[in-house]
């Protein structure tokens, strides 16, 4: 995947192809080699002035996560890269835990660097509140208006 989808700002300024009804991605670039082999996509989730970019690989019955990096949305540089084994299958879960882990980290030593007080606590609140809401906000919305509309839950 490296060769075909490097991990960079491609999709500034530009629109989405797509979205990828496997993990929610607003897809900018999409490449299969050969046929019937993975289909290499890079997707980006916008959320809180940070545009979160997930490299994947779509096969048949799986998905498998090659890459990601966390970038700042006004300028566009890069604020972290984050290692992924390869085979690593993919969830919404995991990148969310990963990007929450390295983003706090990155964060904390940055401030080190710069001679700031942070709690580090108060960051990973707030850090895992924003992305819980990129990455399941909508899936949480959609189970309740299901759940109204079967009659699982009154609406008020």
């Not at 509140?129 to 189970?143: H, P, V």
Request: hydrophobic share 40%; with cysteine; net charge negative.
């Amino acid at each position: 995947m490296e060769n075909e989808l490097a991990l960079q700002p491609i999709f500034m300024g530009q629109k989405p192809i797509g979205i990828s009804a496997s993990t929610g991605l607003n897809l900018y670039q999409s490449v299969q080699r050969r046929p019937n082999d993975f289909i290499y996509s890079l997707g980006v989730r916008d959320t809180h002035g940070l545009l979160i970019v997930e490299g994947i690989a779509e096969g048949t019955g799986c998905t498998l996560l090659c890459g990601i990096q966390v970038r700042d949305k006004e300028t566009g540089k890069e604020i972290c890269s984050i290692p992924v084994e390869r085979g690593t299958k993919y969830s919404r879960q995991f990148v969310m835990e990963m990007v929450h882990q390295h983003l706090c980290a990155t964060i904390a030593e940055a401030a080190i660097k710069g001679g700031k007080a942070i709690d580090r606590m108060d960051v990973e609140a707030q850090v895992a509140e924003m992305l819980d809401d990129c990455y399941f906000a909508a899936s949480r919305k959609a189970a309740l208006s299901w759940a109204e509309r079967v009659g699982i839950i009154k609406i008020n």
